[in-house]
């Protein structure tokens, strides 16, 4: 097994997307921000595995998105890196269980923080 620590949507640029869904960012923005977490949960694995081919599959994605009391679409969010690792390992081992939570703050101001569960193959 994997087990990927909490990442946050950290760019090219070393930016981080800060911001709160439902103040100033839509969904869409915060699609983007969960895929580019994604994005970097995908660089850490290879950097430490050496090859995504060693992922035999996702088994399960936690989600945290910076949020409004009233924002009710969390999980449209997190699709943002869930249908990513779809694109990436396909239907059958780049779906797993996954939770979508709203919070009223994360570190330093970021927009999502995803950690992640991988079963390795042998």
């Not at 850490?44 to 009710?72: A, M, P």
Request: aromatic share 6%; glycine share 14%; net charge negative.
């Amino acid at each position: 097994m994997a087990y990927v620590s909490g990442h946050g949507p950290l760019g090219y640029d070393k930016k981080l997307t800060t911001g709160r869904l439902g103040a100033d960012m839509d969904v869409e923005a915060g699609y983007a921000a969960a895929r580019l977490t994604g994005l970097g949960i995908l660089a850490t694995l290879e950097k430490q595995l050496g090859s995504l081919d060693r992922i035999e599959r996702v088994v399960k994605l936690l989600g945290l998105v910076r949020c409004t009391d009233d924002f009710e679409a969390p999980p449209a969010v997190i699709n943002g890196c869930s249908e990513l690792f779809r694109e990436v390992f396909g239907e059958e081992k780049g779906v797993g269980a996954r939770s979508a939570l709203g919070t009223n703050a994360l570190p330093g101001g970021i927009a999502v923080e995803i950690e992640a569960i991988f079963q390795l193959n042998a």
